[in-house]
């Protein structure tokens, strides 16, 4: 009796053991098994983010002979970046600009209603997930580094979930277009109350416009007329850019309207200026502004008139001599003539 149950604790020992070897077994990696990596992306404090196109990179791909069990994966051979055991916070930055420049593109997903994409059936190792189609009305997500399988210890997790980085909505970005205006005098001193007009005109009719309560508008070509007396800054008005305006240039016309003082050299130049939406390191949207005259780089338009008033003519100068007393005396002395000759013919005929 003593026997058989002695036999019985060995025959449970020995299962014992072999379901915790199985269980151990189970938990390690199978041959070529594969895993899924789930992120859930969102816009500030928890709106789901949608239709956002995302990638999944391998950067380092699962080595068991390497010192931390990953080595770097041979399209990110150049871009210097190793697996140590603390991977620096701009790691991530560092490997989205090299797969930019190097039209590295893993694998895509979308983003649906919930703000999910999912990346199924993908191999061991560590990725970069970085956000590849145009954010739009958002930010650009931030890259980051994740690994799949997650392993604590000896447990390993091949459903892999991401939150990375919430996004915000891309507020928009506006300008001041501005001008300068400086009087130059030739001669003589100018009216301090001379008007000059200025007219912004963009090349297309749906370029954005600025918004001035006090300038003219033309309706049939978009255009923008803004006035100001005397030397001084001319300011047409802050233009705003939304998202939807990102990647694309503007361009406009800045010249001044010939005035009517005829003692006045109106400027006759004409500058190009070109607006060009972009993005800034954080997302944000930027608009960056450059000028031209004619096809030389300028910096921002300045019109100069010039003033130049002939000087008066000399008034004629005054003697103090009469002369009326000089055509009365020639006067009388022609009638004395005549008076003479008449009585002197008067005698000859009488005699």
Do not use: C
């Amino acid at each position: 009796m003593k026997k058989a149950r002695f036999m019985l604790a060995i025959l449970l020992a020995v299962l014992l053991f072999a379901a915790g070897v199985l269980a151990v077994g189970a938990q390690q990696a199978e041959p070529d098994q594969t895993g899924s990596i789930r992120v859930t992306l969102k816009i500030g404090k928890g709106t789901p983010r949608p239709d956002a196109t995302l990638s999944a990179i391998l950067v380092a791909v699962r080595d068991e002979n390497a010192a931390l069990g990953y080595t770097t994966a041979p399209a990110f051979a150049e871009s210097g970046f190793t697996v140590t055991e603390k991977i620096p916070d701009e790691a991530a930055a560092a490997l989205d600009a090299f797969a930019a420049a190097n039209a590295i593109t893993g694998r895509a997903a979308v983003t649906d209603a919930d703000g999910t994409a999912l990346f199924d059936e993908m191999p061991e190792g560590m990725y970069l997930i970085r956000e590849t189609g145009d954010p739009g009305a958002y930010t650009r997500m931030t890259p980051f580094l994740v690994l799949m399988p997650q392993i604590e210890g000896s447990r390993r997790t091949y459903d892999v979930t991401a939150a990375p980085k919430p996004v915000e909505v891309r507020p928009p970005v506006s300008i001041t277009l501005h001008a300068e205006k400086q009087i130059a005098v030739g001669n003589g001193a100018p009216p301090e109350n001379v008007r000059f007009s200025f007219i912004l005109t963009p090349e297309d009719i749906t370029n954005p416009m600025p918004k001035n309560d006090e300038g003219v508008s033309n309706t049939e070509t978009g255009s923008l007329t803004v006035t100001r007396t005397g030397a001084g800054a001319v300011v047409f008005g802050e233009i705003g850019f939304k998202p939807e305006d990102l990647g694309k240039t503007y361009t406009y016309t800045v010249r001044e309207l010939k005035g009517t003082d005829a003692y006045f050299t109106y400027d006759t130049t004409v500058y190009t200026v070109r607006v060009t939406v972009a993005q800034d390191a954080d997302g944000k949207l930027k608009a960056d502004v450059a000028y031209a005259k004619g096809d030389e780089k300028a910096d921002a338009p300045v019109f100069v008139n010039i003033y130049d008033k002939p000087d008066d003519p000399p008034p004629v100068p005054r003697t103090g001599q009469l002369w009326w007393p000089v055509g009365l005396l020639a006067g009388g002395g022609a009638l004395l003539l005549i008076g003479g000759f008449l009585l002197r013919r008067r005698e000859e005929e009488t005699a």
